[in-house]
Structure formats: structure tokens, C-alpha cells
């Protein structure tokens, strides 16, 4: 099942004009003949199929994957200790792929499912590694620099090395992949 999901989300990826997606492109193939291991662990978003009435015809199947592999997946909040306060208890994410993940080994990448809730902030910070979020469902306010947009099903926003970045939720929860790429360590992970 989190083959088919991540079947689903390469088929999201290719359609990106992105290095970035790219490379992740690479990486979920080199990756789709490894069965994840590790236990799943129930995912604390609340409600998750919500979801599935904000995708795009383009990420209905990428959601629709999501939720059936979901009960599979090793879920958590964000580390409370890594982040900036006031956001992780309502949000939620899985590493697939990466150092922590369910398929190991990366060589200098993580891959996994990104989840925040209404009427949420995760404030600015940087981190060595650059990010890639696509969104499959939901919106928010991806701010990276002094630039700020709304992103929306099959929107992307690419973050560079150290550039400082922040999302923002109003009356939509958003549902997003991510990709790090670089220095995947939290060593330089500032806010
Ligand atoms: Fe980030």
C-alpha cells in the first residue's frame, strides 16, 4: 500500500518542473522495490479523511493512496524538542524515506508526508538542507523569504539552503510530501 501511495505521488512529482522534483523523482524510483519496514503507529491527525474532499483531479489519486496506506505508516508529531513551539500538536508526519524513515538507506535526502491543521503557524526558521512541499490537498501560506503564496492542490514551493521560511493555515488543514535534499541533519535546524 505505501508503494501505491508512493506510485501516486511520483506520478505528481513528474509533472513538476523542478530540479528538485526531479531528483525526488529518482529517489522514489530507486526506493520502489523496497519494502518499508518499522511498526505503524496510529497517525494523531484527527480526521484524516478530510483530505479526500481537497485534492485536485490531479492528487485525488495521490490522496486516495494516502488514506489506504495510512494504517501502515509510522506516524508522529513533530519533535517538540527540534521545533519552534506553539504548532506540533496539531500536526503530523510520516519520514518514508531517509536517515529515520520507514526505507532506509538515503544518501543525502528524507521523503516523507507533511500535515497541518486549521488555523495553524509554524513560524520562521531555516535549516542547511533545501525543501521541496508539494501539496495534494488542502491550502495554506507557504512564506519563504519575504515572499509569501497560497498553495493549493498540486502547488509546489522550493526552499534554498538557509532561507528562512514559515506556513500558515487559516480555514483549511493542507496535506503536503516534502523532500530535503543536502544536509538532511537537524544540527542546523534554527528558528
Ligand atoms: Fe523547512
Known sequence: MISCFLHEVRTVLATID???????????????????AGDPTPCPFPDL??????ASAATQPSIDALLAAAPEMPW???DPAVVPPGWAHRAATVEVIGP????PPATNERFGIFLLDTEC?????WHDAEELYVVLAGSGDWTVGEATRTLRSGDHSRTPSQAHH???TSD???FTVYGWSGDTSYDNYRF
Do not use: C, K, S, W
Open 18 to 36: 523542478e530540479p528538485m522534483a526531479r531528483e525526488f523523482v529518482g529517489l522514489l524510483d530507486r526506493a520502489a522495490d523496497i519494502t518499508p
Open 49 to 54: 479523511e478530510r483530505a479526500a474532499g481537497m
Open 76 to 78: 508522529r508529531r513533530p
Open 100 to 103: 529515520d524513515g520507514a526505507i
Open 121 to 125: 503557524n509554524y513560524p520562521d526558521h
Open 166 to 168: 514559515a506556513i500558515r
Open 172 to 174: 483549511q488543514p493542507v
